[in-house]
């Protein structure tokens, strides 16, 4: 998230004229007055909320911890407290600033170890706002001799880098930013970053070899234009194919730097392979959709033909068996025709044969 990203304006603390208005920005998580105000009065209104926090992380961020990435889980509820506090004296932050405003926190908690191990390295005396606690913890954990020796080292290994993540109190990423095009948001090329870093007003350069990089950097942007391209982070990209790569490093930009200023790049790329992914999912299961919709019509329509020819054949066998029930019929009514007439046949001739004798015996008198 960049400087000019994550604007929300809100009425000056009181104290001030209560129609100035004044900026969260970003990731800075610093208050600065509207663009139409003075340098002067920009940093009078920043100053009250940077002291706030000062103030913050002196009572409640606790200083026996290594890191302050490790503060929460070393002090759970930390994090916490301190937003309830700097909610209270700033109501009209809302938790869309939490990040940027942690993130403030946390400066000004490394700014206030950094001076006091300063202190200790110099005097020796322990200021009257730690607690002795507290001071003897750090010199025990964090600012003994090999603490110091290690240190010592990291400093001279440092100091050989051809190129620092920050130039004074701005990071690579933050001058990368701020060189971004501010119609298409397009970010520079690691040539523009490299001049706009080491470059004077005067065209000569602040570092011996700035001239040599700066060719080596043309070079390498006309041989490799479509890997620089093709990469997640070209920027990146771009200065360690002149710069040379290290592992778990990022040339000129620093992995936390890179994290910070291409999270938008990376939420992007995210979101887009998501998208794809959910298209491509959502493709496939369309066709197994379209697969089974048109199996299912199949098999309907086969079990419609089935149906149809078990009904035509019902319907055949029914007729079948009515015109046999008719058949039966007439035959029996036949049959019966036929035994009632032999029957009759037989009545018949019994009553001739019966009339005959009878007629034969008698004789007449004289």
Known sequence: MTSRDNLRIRPEMEGFDSSTQVLIVGDLAVLQLTRHLQNSEQEAHASIFKSEVTVCVRQEAPLKVKKWKNIEKAFPGTLSSIWTLLKGKFPEISLDDYECVIAQVERQYNIRRYNLYRTYRTTKVRPIHVAPEDWQWLIDNLWSDEQFQRSKQNSINKSKQEMKSLVGTKSIVQIASELRNPETGAWPSAVDVWSAIYMKANGTWSIPNGAEILNNLEEAAETH???????????????????????????????????????????IHARAEAADQRASDAQNQAAALAEEVERLTEANNQLRDELRFQREELNSQKKTVEEQSVDMERLMDQKLEETMNRMMARMGAAGAASSIPSSSTSTPTN
């Not at 479509?226 to 982070?233: D, G």
């Not at 070209?234 to 291409?262: C, D, T, W, Y």
């Open 225 to 267: 234009k479509e890997r620089i391209a093709a990469a997640p982070i070209p920027l990146a990209e771009h200065f360690a194919l002149v710069l040379g790569r290290k592992p778990n490093h990022s040339r000129g930009v620093g992995i936390g730097a890179v994290n910070q200023g291409a999270q938008e790049r990376y939420r």
